[in-house]
């Protein structure tokens, strides 16, 4: 389901960033909205023709994987796909306009706690994978919604809205970098998901989303880059677009290596935290935290 959900915004959020950026850069309301709109219904509509391949498919899954139980927690992970891909859009729409605050909330703060706070109480309610999978499905959507009035609030008035030329030529081959992306980051879960026991995915699963908990700290300073540089580089100032690398690829470092030590010195007390039986993740941990700086230029 994430990886459909990475697919199904075909790589809008980018294209958002890149002609929405240059678009608000040019103070064009009316171009900018353009962009919005076309990018917003594109990832609707990829996201509803995935949320159906992945319900048409849930039994193959579920028999690739040996796991019968695993068809009926993929229905309601299929609901929450077009409303990941729409969310993603939306946030990207926020970061073109230079609003850090509301995007950075949105995936940072809202999307984070209302997951922890409907996981417990799917959790108590009843103790079960679709549980845990109908109260995700919840979050997505209501993150979805709270984004877009976030979005509205802020979204240029004015000027007439005319055709985006060169938005899905520029996005869909971005759509397809991340999905291979995704896929190589995701083959040692789908190796393990084939041949260990659930309890060893589990074990890993906790280790490797606590390494990426670096780079979600690091979005606040990252937050802004993209619609910077794309505003900048259609403008051809390249000295300025120089500056401005060299001091977020400084920023991100200075944040970023301290956060890298703490889980390679602390990571089984970390994992300790979950459970007595995570801290046997600790060397998976270690291993994955100093990857997570090569991604931060």
């Known amino acids: 389901s994430s990886l459909l959900a990475e ?7 980018y294209g958002v960033l890149r002609f929405g950026g240059i678009a608000h850069g040019a103070k064009d309301p009316g171009r900018f909205r353009a962009v919005v709109v076309r990018a917003l219904l594109g990832a609707a509509v990829a996201g509803g023709a995935a949320a159906a391949l992945l319900i048409a498919g ?6 690739l994987f040996e796991k019968p139980a695993l068809e009926a927690v993929l229905l ?19 970061r073109a306009l ?14 984070p706690v209302l997951r922890l706070a409907t996981g417990a109480w799917a959790v108590a309610l009843a103790p079960s994978p679709r549980a845990a999978a109908l109260a995700y499905a919840w979050t997505e959507a209501t993150v979805l919604v ?4 976030m979005l509205w609030r802020v979204l240029p008035r004015g000027g007439r809205r005319g055709p985006v ?7 869909l081959p971005m759509s397809l970098n991340r999905v291979i992306l995704y896929t190589n980051n995701q083959t040692e879960v789908i190796v393990l998901g084939l041949l260990a026991p659930a309890a060893t995915v589990g074990i890993f699963g906790v280790a490797k989303r606590l390494s990426t908990v670096i780079g979600a700290l690091l979005t606040s300073v990252t937050v802004l880059f993209n619609p910077m540089v794309a505003d900048l580089h259609h403008k051809r100032h390249h000295t300025e677009l120089d500056r401005l690398f060299k001091t977020a690829t400084r920023w991100l470092f200075t944040v970023g290596f301290p956060l890298c030590l703490i889980e390679v010195l602390f990571a089984r007390d970390l994992l300790h935290v979950f459970g007595g039986g995570f801290s046997s993740g600790a060397t998976a941990l270690a291993i994955l935290a100093p990857l997570a700086p090569s991604a931060w230029p």
Not at 146 to 149: A, H, M, Q
């Open 7 to 13: 697919a199904c915004d075909l790589g809008m959020d």
């Open 58 to 63: 849930g039994g193959m899954v579920a028999r």
């Open 76 to 94: 309601p992970l299929a609901l929450a796909v077009p409303c990941t891909g729409g969310a993603e859009v939306a946030r990207a729409s926020l």
């Open 98 to 111: 230079g609003r850090a605050l509301p995007s950075v909330a949105s995936d940072s703060m809202v999307a």
């Open 146 to 149: 709270v984004t877009l009035l």
């Open 165 to 171: 030329p060169g938005l899905f030529r520029f996005s």
